[in-house]
């Protein structure tokens, strides 16, 4: 039978511009959540995590939000550059569940120079 | 470059037959995980691996499915009698400890017909 693929959201910037993606999660059990970025033909790359004690945690030109009143992530990537053009995926870990990762739909990025 | 490497990056198989697909990190880890993702639709965790014994599986992980680490270096994913719904690409993902984010290899693209 025809598998049904799940359409992506899509964001498009344009170069220089933050970019800001979104993720809601299911658990409120979950403790540790984390972004992934994953090109074509690659595997899921990690890119920033963050604990549920902590509302906000910087990287280097990304920052992720948490919000757990409305169970809400978000990624923020500033100065967008063509090489961040890739899917990204939130996932989160229930407290005591060994990163096994539940995962979000993913959001394609699409930088336009 | 990825910690983990992944062969064969592409196993095309016919319904029916055994497939084992291989992991093999770059230095000394202690967690191992096998995910899937089926084109288009979410990732999905099978099944992780601790101590040389499985600490968590999923229900996708039925008994077609087993893990090892057969020389305590590379860890194998096999499924005994290949279905056409197992064609997904298969990552593997290690970390050192439970506190640290998974990282993941660039996965093999299992094809079954």
């Known amino acids: 039978g025809e598998s049904v693929g799940l359409h992506l959201p899509t964001l498009s910037v344009q170069e220089g511009d933050n970019s800001i993606i979104n993720c809601a999660y299911s658990n409120s059990a979950s403790d540790y959540f984390i972004w992934y970025k994953q090109e074509s033909g690659k595997g899921p790359q990690f890119i920033i995590d963050?604990?549920?004690n902590m509302d906000k945690r910087q990287g280097q030109r990304v920052t992720v939000l948490l919000n757990k009143t409305v169970k809400h992530l978000s990624l923020q990537i500033a100065a967008t550059q063509p090489g961040d053009s890739a899917v990204y995926f939130c996932?989160?870990?229930?407290?005591?569940?060994?990163?096994?990762?539940?995962w979000g739909l993913g959001t394609s990025l699409a930088v336009n120079p | 470059e990825p910690e983990v490497t992944q062969t064969p990056s592409h196993q095309v198989t016919q319904m029916g037959q055994e497939v084992i697909l291989r992991c093999v990190p770059i230095?000394?880890?202690?967690?191992f995980y096998w995910y899937r993702q089926i084109l288009g639709q979410k990732v999905e965790f099978l099944v992780s691996f601790y101590n040389n014994e499985i600490s968590e599986k999923s229900e996708i992980f039925d008994d077609q499915f087993s893990v090892e680490r057969p020389d305590g270096s590379n860890f194998t994913l096999k499924i005994r009698s290949t279905k056409l719904e197992d064609s997904a690409m298969y990552f593997c993902?290690?970390?050192?400890?439970?506190?640290?984010?998974?990282?993941f290899g660039n996965g093999t693209r299992l094809t079954v017909t």
């Open positions: 996932a989160e870990n229930k407290a005591g569940n060994n990163r096994k990762l539940i």
């Open positions: 993902a290690i970390t050192g400890n439970v506190g640290s984010p998974l990282h």
């Open positions: 230095s000394n880890h202690l967690y």
């Open positions: 963050i604990r549920s």
